[in-house]
């Protein structure tokens, strides 16, 4: 059964995602894409992970999902920290 804790996580990453397309104008347009698609990877782990103990094969969908997710945002930081 699907609790409510287990629908903020993704609406609170959607939220994000909005919130960054709307004001995350200042940013390179290369940063800013590489950012929303980070946010679908985590948005999809989140998703992901509510059936996760339905289908345990899941997992390591969620947890590729995740580790790009990361991966990106670690691309992001290393790009901006060199052009600052």
Do not use: E, R, Y
């Not at 995350?24 to 509510?50: P, Y």
């Not at 590729?64 to 990106?72: C, D, G, K, Q, R």
């Amino acid at each position: 059964m699907i609790g409510l804790k287990d629908l903020f996580k993704p609406a609170l990453v959607c939220s994000l995602l909005v919130f960054f397309m709307l004001k995350g104008t200042a940013l390179h347009k290369k940063l800013g894409f590489i950012i929303v698609c980070a946010l679908v990877f985590f948005l999809t782990g989140d998703s992901l992970l509510i059936d996760v103990i339905a289908s345990p094969n899941l997992f390591l969908l969620v947890l590729l999902a995740f580790v790009l997710a990361h991966i990106m945002f670690v691309i992001v930081f290393l790009k901006h920290k060199n052009n600052t």
